[in-house]
């Protein structure tokens, strides 16, 4: 489990070609941008990184405590199901639990339309908002809703309760 762990953290610091992240960089990453699971086990993953002494967490940033160097990461690198149920499951013990979340709402198809609420909710207006979102889209090459969440974020808009919502709308896809 722990090599395996290893692998994961090495290979998304490898992609990512930087050793510090705040969280956000590190849930959104490992959930959208790479697509290697949803953002409830990106959480999971998180955690059972920090536990594992993979990542350290000093303020509001994460730090790889590890050499990428010796780490043989292969170049398509998904991590296993195996890896994810173990984590999912507690096989590393992860920080304590959070609250219970809110019951899980039904994904609409397209989440853009919420995504659009939220940013008029927060004072973004609508065409400034659908503008960078798709520039976003067309520069990085990913998904509407992908990069409404990100506009969201970058404008200071709390996304951890959309962002399970919007990897489920992105899966039907």
């Known amino acids: 489990m722990e090599d395996n762990l290893r692998l994961c953290a090495s290979a998304f610091v490898r992609n990512k070609g930087k050793n510090v992240f705040t969280e956000s960089d590190i849930l959104m990453g490992l959930s959208m941008d790479l697509r290697w699971m949803s953002y409830s086990q990106a959480k999971g993953m998180l955690a059972a990184m920090v536990t594992a002494g993979l990542f350290e967490k000093s303020g509001d940033m994460y730090r790889a405590t590890f050499s990428n160097n010796d780490v043989d990461v292969p170049v398509a690198y998904k991590p296993s199901a195996e890896l994810l149920n173990r984590v999912q499951a507690g096989a590393v013990k992860p920080e304590p639990p959070k609250p219970a979340p809110k019951a899980p709402e ?5 989440m853009m339309p919420v995504l659009m609420n939220v940013a ?54």
């Open 106 to 110: 039904a994904v609409p198809q397209d």
């Open 120 to 173: 008029v909710d927060n004072g973004i207006e609508r065409r400034e908002f659908m503008m960078q979102c798709n520039a976003l889209q067309r520069k990085l090459g990913i998904f509407i809703e992908v990069a409404g969440l990100y506009v969201l974020r970058d404008k200071g808009v709390d996304v951890s309760e959309l962002a399970d919502r919007v990897y489920e709308s992105v899966k039907l896809k």
